[in-house]
């Protein structure tokens, strides 16, 4: 961050997915929501949801499946993700679902290379207890 001579801005704090760093303005999660089925998603989201001043963003870089099931690199790694470690890859739709489900609205998606996406989330207008909801199953709208 120096080089752009923005290192007098930033603060990188590490963390895991169980103990966020609070008070950040923006969150990256980088290839992270793949790895895991929706159950494990939702509390992975909530646990950063819990950490977000209202003013945060929330950045989610992932592989997106086509809503139309158009041929995709994406499908491809759907199925080595299902495979290999038990996660998937999923629609843009999905991703709102779960984070809808940890109280943060998807606000928009942008294209990346190789059917990748860059996800931007902030905490949903509508106030809820997210560190009182419960995940269902692996539905996209459960929990």
């Known amino acids: 961050m120096a080089a752009p001579g923005c290192a ?3 603060e990188f704090r590490a963390g895991d997915f169980a ?7 923006v969150y990256l999660l980088s290839r992270v929501l793949h790895d895991w089925p929706d159950r494990r998603c939702r509390e992975i989201l909530r646990h950063c949801a819990r950490a977000m001043p ?3 963003d929330l950045l989610v870089l992932e592989r997106l499946l086509p809503a139309d099931g158009s041929p995709s690199l994406a ?3 759907d199925l080595h993700m299902m495979c290999n470690v038990g996660g998937r890859e999923r629609r843009a739709d ?3 679902a779960l984070l809808a489900a ?3 609205d998807l606000l928009g998606h942008a294209p990346l290379p190789l059917d990748a996406a860059l996800l931007h989330a902030r905490a949903s207008a509508t106030p809820r207890d997210r560190a009182g909801q419960q995940g269902g199953g692996d539905a996209p709208n459960a929990g």
């Open 75 to 77: 499908t491809a790694w």
């Open 19 to 25: 103990d966020v760093p609070e008070g950040g303005d």
């Open 94 to 96: 999905h991703y709102a």
């Open 102 to 104: 940890a109280g943060l």
């Open 8 to 10: 007098d801005r930033c």
């Open 54 to 56: 209202a003013h945060a």
